[in-house]
């Protein structure tokens, strides 16, 4: 809490006769939620505050012994803040509730700092006095303990003993490659070759082979990423020194989140390989194309013939243009992406050894789905190393195929139906009807989500934990009213002239104003006063006024190495310098130590976290108020320049170089509330998810 709660307090305790150690007490209890022998020594801020509120003098340094020199008068002052005030001491029921709430977050994280600020942020929402430090993280190593050893009984209950045995072993042995396991499965694709796509497809098998598909089924993602990564910082040889249980849930997550991952990089590859083998064949398809022109020459010239000829008669002229009508109608011209089906026919044999592991993979649908049902076909065919398609077996994998796969030549309709399989297997992923269970992106809506029957019994708990109604209409009725609202503002400023409404929406354009002289004369006197800034300097009183350190940290930093480490996190990810690099411009610091830092940055909710305290202090100050509405945003995705080695990399089409698009979204009191990084050419869901996030802010 901040010392401005302070004066609440004030204004309550100017209504009575409280003394002045009393309304001390007041303000403690009400700023931090605990009681002012928690500290040994009163800080000398808090000190200079009250005194400048009751206008009085204020002392340096003073302890509570110095403050009261009769022990009941402290009692008496204590039970009169709790009681004015509404805290309490917590019961054991009350210690049992936090516990169990303390188990329900260590779903989402198991950080003990955050999991301690999350204990006094309850004690205080409670309206309970905050206990010692000692005890929450008592209660916090309690919790953590438990929480683990029952998952790790769990796993083993689970998964049996043998085959943990096999896990824990496969992870430090070594790979063909010169890697352990554990770092080969944990590295990421280089490209999205082929090649690269059957060394995924490995990894998977070997998943498959430590039977990794068929347990921890119900984890979160967010908790078996969380001890994946855990177990990924650290050497295979270090990692086999963890004592139990976190040694076996660090082993069980790891194998299970790498297939999650693996799967998900085996289908975003897959996707970018069809996508590049229709864009080859597609390729200089109008010079393949005849044009319609020269059928129109045709057909104009075959009618001037027949007028020419004057000795048949009204009956044969007409039998003659029927005759023109339907040649002409047959000899329409194929489409372009019907070209580009025929081409990739031709072309379906460098890419037949991937179908033929994608087929083996265990794909699902909701009911009965064209796509699913060609795989089998396919993995029964191959099976019999055919390379014929069946007169009797005849896929309906739509309209645009169906020609090629019921045509005579059957072994073109088996080209045609593993084409027709591959791209129908792509739309699919993409609108979600098939999936794979094993995923963390193509999962089906049901693990995606939440399931029916789990919403059923605990969605009154997700909606007191978001302060929302239960009822749809209760929600969406302030929605509509600021939607009714704001088309009554438009449908005005129509009939005002102010805008124009065709197909779109057209403004007038704003005629510039000139500068008002006072505004410059204010500009200079501001610079004059504000004078020049070091980023440095700038970066640590803002980190002064909202804590960046300390939330990126967990708690305080306790050395100014520590700050230093920090920024260079930061700084290393912003600038794409490496570690080492970084440890040459800052010499306190190694490159072990950023390294570290530069792994505090990649946790997205710290660092969101973070970055919003800075926003919100920013929005904070009465001039923002005067830059525009806060209920406005707006977003745009730029491309950022990387290797051509990053497999989600995309060519830009301007600049021809590896670049993958980062997506923002500015508020038009300015500063940046979301960001994220597309590796896709689809845009909504970045656009819907950044609108939620500042609806939350």
């Known amino acids: 809490m901040e010392l401005r709660h302070l004066r609440y307090f004030i204004a309550v305790a ?19 939620g605990r009681l002012l022998e928690a500290l040994r020594i009163v800080p000398g801020t808090l000190w200079q505050h009250l005194g400048a509120q009751f206008n009085v003098e204020a002392p340096d340094l003073a302890s509570l012994r110095a403050l009261y020199r009769r022990g009941n008068t402290l009692f008496e002052h204590q ?24 188990r329900e977050e260590l779903e989402r994280t198991i950080e003990r700092d955050r999991l301690l600020l999350f204990a006094r942020r309850w004690l205080y929402e409670h309206r309970l006095i905050i206990v010692h430090e000692r005890m929450l993280r008592k209660m916090i190593a309690a919790s953590v303990q438990q929480f683990e050893t029952e998952l790790a009984a769990s796993i083993q209950t689970s998964v049996g003993a043998a085959l943990l045995e096999r896990w824990r072993a496969s992870l430090t042995g070594e790979h063909g490659s010169g890697l352990t396991v554990q770092t080969w499965l944990w590295a990421a694709p280089a490209k999205h070759s082929t090649r690269r796509i059957e060394e995924v497809l490995k990894r998977i098998k070997l998943l498959y082979s430590l039977d990794v598909q068929n347990h921890l089924i119900d984890r979160p993602a967010a908790q078996l990423r969380r001890y994946a990564r855990r177990l990924a910082c650290r050497a295979p040889a270090a990692g086999a020194r963890i004592k ?15 297939l999650l991952s693996a799967t998900d990089q085996l289908i975003l590859m897959v996707r970018r390989r069809v ?30 013939r027949l007028v020419a000829d004057q000795q048949i008669t009204d009956a044969q002229a007409r039998q003659r243009l029927a005759d023109l009508v339907t040649l002409h109608e047959q000899r329409r011209p194929p489409s372009k992406s019907q070209i580009t089906r025929d081409r990739l026919i031709e072309a379906i044999r460098p890419v037949r050894g991937l179908l033929r592991e994608l087929v083996k993979q265990p794909w699902q649908a909701s009911g009965a789905h064209p796509v699913t049902e060609a795989m089998t076909v396919l993995c029964h065919l191959y099976e019999r190393q055919a390379r014929i398609l069946p007169d009797r077996i005849r896929p309906d994998l739509g309209s645009v195929w169906r020609d090629a796969i019921t045509g005579l ?52 708990r997700h909606y007191s934990r978001l302060s929302l109604p239960s009822s749809s209409a209760q929600f969406l009725a302030p929605v509509l009213e600021r939607l009714k609202s704001g088309l009554q503002s438009v449908a005005a400023a129509a009939e005002a ?34 004078g020049e800034a070091q980023l440095p300097e700038l970066i640590l009183a803002i980190d002064a006024q909202v804590r960046f350190s300390w939330i990126m940290l967990g708690r305080e930093p306790r050395s100014p190495d520590e700050l230093l480490m920090v920024y260079a996190g930061i700084l290393a990810h912003g600038t794409a310098l490496s570690a080492a690099e970084c440890a040459r411009m800052i010499p306190q610091l190694s490159a072990s130590s950023i ?32 830059w525009g509405r806060d209920d406005l945003a707006s977003s745009d995705m730029m491309s950022m320049e990387t290797s051509k080695r990053v497999w989600q990399a995309r060519v830009d089409p301007r600049r021809q170089t590896p670049s993958v698009g980062i997506y923002t979204h500015v508020s038009e009191r300015w500063g940046i509330f979301c960001s994220a990084t597309i590796i896709l050419s689809g845009e909504l869901t970045i656009v819907l998810a950044g609108g939620e996030e500042s609806q939350a802010a």
Request: aromatic letters at 8%; charged letters at 30%.
């Open 497 to 530: 002239g102010k805008l124009r409404i065709d197909d779109d929406l057209h403004l007038k354009a704003l005629e510039a104003e000139d500068e008002d002289p006072e505004v410059i004369k204010l500009r200079a006197s501001l610079n004059h006063r504000i």
């Open 595 to 626: 390294r570290q830092a530069m792994r505090w940055a990649a946790d997205e909710r710290r660092l969101g976290e973070a970055c919003a305290a800075v926003l919100d202090f920013m929005h904070r100050h009465p001039i923002a108020a005067t």
């Open 244 to 258: 139990e249980p976190g040694r076996t849930i660090e082993v069980a997550c790891f194998l299970r989140y790498c």
């Open 14 to 32: 100017e209504t009575g006769s409280l003394t002045e150690a009393a309304k001390r007490r007041l303000g403690f209890l009400r700023m931090s």
């Open 275 to 304: 996508a590049d083998l229709w864009r080859h064949a597609r390729a200089n398809a109008d010079q393949s194309a005849p044009h319609w022109a020269e059928l129109f020459q045709q057909l104009l010239a075959e009618l001037g």
């Open 409 to 460: 030549d059957r072994e073109r309709a088996f080209r045609a139906l593993e084409v027709g399989t591959l791209l129908g297997l792509r739309r699919a992923l993409r609108n979600g009807s098939v999936w794979i269970e094993h995923s963390l992106s193509f999962r089906s809506r049901e693990q995606l989500f939440i399931p029916e029957q789990r919403w059923a019994t605990e969605s009154g």
């Open 79 to 102: 039970q009169l803040a709790c009681q004015a005030l509404g805290f309490r001491w917590m019961t054991e029921h009350q210690r049992r509730y936090l516990v169990s709430m303390l």
